[in-house]
T-cell receptor
Framework: NAGVTQTPKFRILKIGQSMTLQCAQD?????MYWYRQDPGMGLKLIYY???????DKGEVPNGYNVSRSTTEDFPLRLELAAPSQTSVYFC???????????????FGAGSRLTVL | KNQVEQSPQSLIILEGKNCTLQ??????????LRWYKQDTGRGPVSLTI?????NTKSNGRYTATLDADTKQSSLHITASQLSDSASYIC????????????FGKGTHLIIQP
């Protein structure tokens, strides 16, 4: 059981370039999330989805877009990359809603993005 | 604004010793508190989830405590092992919303042989 798979693991972008971070889960989880982790900071929620076709903004959505065409996939799109988007990005999924006491988030291994 | 503060920021201990990590939070309303372990270069992995009514919860050598009155939690690691070297993240849930989690900055723990 692969869990949550993120690709690529590392990427270097030039300012103004665009790219998509891929995320796939094979646990049939309804909820999926994208977080970013900056050095010395807590994870910040970028976007989340409660099911196929439904997405919502998190705390730091500017400069990003997402789509959820299937239950399994939740890609994160960076348009016009900026140095401020240099970070480690984590995709996560859960069976129940993120705040529920019975819920556990399963995280991917992360994608380290550098914008120069 | 909901906040989660962890201390110490980093900690170095010798293998076999015990240690305690602290988490203070100002999250309202409170639903539950989680401790995650994050190995270098990996995603966080859940250690425990504690609800309002739970004071203590153990997972092997890891024991978490929660005092909902003082809004404090601790994670105690017994007989530390080299594999315990990681960042430990405290996460507090404000309720049922999918965006209701507040993450602490983590405590970076290094176990030396």
């Amino acid at each position: 059981n692969a869990g949550v798979t993120q690709t690529p693991k590392f990427r270097i972008l030039k300012i103004g370039q665009s790219m998509t971070l891929q995320c796939a889960q094979d646990m049939n989880h309804n909820y999926m999330y994208w977080y970013r982790q900056d050095p010395g900071m807590g994870l910040k929620l970028i976007y989340y989805s409660v099911g196929a076709g439904i997405t919502d903004k998190g705390e730091v959505p500017n400069g990003y877009n997402v789509s959820r065409s299937t239950t399994e996939d939740f890609p994160l799109r960076l348009e016009l990359a900026a140095p401020s988007q240099t970070s480690v990005y984590f995709c996560a999924s859960s069976f129940l809603t993120g705040g529920s006491g019975a819920n556990v988030l399963t995280f991917g291994a992360g994608s380290r993005l550098t914008v120069l | 604004k909901n906040q989660v503060e962890q201390s110490p920021q980093s900690l170095i201990i010798l293998e076999g010793k015990n240690c305690t990590l602290q988490c203070n939070y100002t999250v309202s309303p409170f639903s539950n508190l989680r401790w995650y372990k994050q190995d270098t270069g990996r995603g966080p992995v859940s250690l425990t989830i504690m609800t309002f009514s739970e004071n203590t919860k153990s997972n092997g050598r890891y024991t978490a405590t929660l005092d909902a009155d003082t809004k404090q939690s601790s994670l105690h690691i017994t007989a530390s092992q080299l594999s315990d070297s990681a960042s430990y993240i405290c996460v507090v849930s404000a309720g049922g919303g999918a965006d209701g989690l507040t993450f602490g900055k983590g405590t970076h723990l290094i176990i030396q042989p």
